[in-house]
């Protein structure tokens, strides 16, 4: 049985027995009346019209004002708005301010008359016959189909949500859209929405004025204004409060950005890529994301596979991140896996993912006394026998309390190494995981060694 990814326009993935087997990707056709007459294919979502320069569509007609209207899909459709125009916009011979589009619709932009087309394409989902796309690694047929789906997305503009757990490799996925598009000689800009005090993202996303509050010395772009002509990245994009939704939505909807302080707008030319490892669906049901938000940013929705169920990719990763170590040290004899320690790498669940593996992988490198990486050089938690069970059978000489505190701080600190690896060294994100108070597991943290970001 056929499984939608969602019931909306948005959802451009088909799944079947939880793989994807076709990519619908929608297009804009305008059919524009004069002699001679035009025709113009679109394929971005948003499309503005008008007769200033900035605009997708630039009519140089003196009927049209200079932002007349633009088409927007949203979940049930294409719409038309009216941008306020002099002489209005008309579908099929009604004015409107807002409508939707149906496939062969008459527009009328104030006399300037023009057809509208939605053509829809159906691409079949065949798993890439490589191990590589870009900066991404993966034998498994969920990553083949992935790689599949960024070949196709990559050079377009649409805006991409990439979802998943802490560590499945959403940057990398992001840089590689980014370098594999039109704008990859734009910048490409990564910003963490969980990184930065709620009360500091508009000033982060939009920048500021000069006197714009307490401390403003001087004016300040923000990242959409840093990231023009290339890729905005926005990790945790579901940190986002609900005050700020609305102006994120307008960035898109309109490309243009407002200063904290400034009444001026800013055009922006940017492709954004959204990541989360919430269920956003969730969070528009439980009201703490926006549903219009959400349809805008989800034209085309990833969702990264956890390490433990593409158990075929850990040894194809490990030897790519152990050549990575030895690049780096080029004076040093290269290392290499021993065949149990690469039995025990697979057999690992991997509960920090891929962010994980590359941690231990740089441990085992920096540590082993060997040019080959044997068992008893990777963690105790992941080297069968080498783990708190061991240690146990280690202390039996000793009296039940001295026993019982060697076994606790072992278990503590390789689980604090395993919890701050799949956090990325973040306190905060360990302690909300861990459903800890952050002031006691720093204090942990600070007893063990264990080095973090002090966030």
Known sequence: MDEILDDSLTAQIQYQDGHPVTLRQSKVRLLIKGEPAQELICEKDTISI?????????????????????????????????LGSTNGTYVNKTRVREAFLTSGANLDLGGLEMKFFIINKQIKIAPSTEDRFGLIIGRSRQMREIFTILEKISPTNSTVVLEGQTGTGKEVVSRTIHTQSLRANGPFVVFDCSAVPKDLLETELFGHERGAFTGASQSRKGLFEMADGGTLFLDEIGELGLDLQPKLLRALEHREIRRVGSNKSVPIDVRLIAATNRDLQKEVRAKRFREDLYFRLSVVKIKLPELKRRSEDIELLANHFLEMMNRQNPSATPKSFAPQALAALRAYAWPGNVRELLNVVERASLFADEDIIQLEDLPKHIAPGQGVAECVNDVFDNDFKQAKEIWVEQFEKEYLSSLLARCNGSLSAAAKEADLDRKHLRKLVRKYGLITQED
């Open 50 to 82: 008008g007769s200033a320069q900035r605009n997708d569509v630039v009519l140089k007609d003196r009927r049209v004002s200079r932002e007349h209207c633009k088409i927007v899909l949203e979940p049930l459709g294409y719409v038309i708005t009216d």
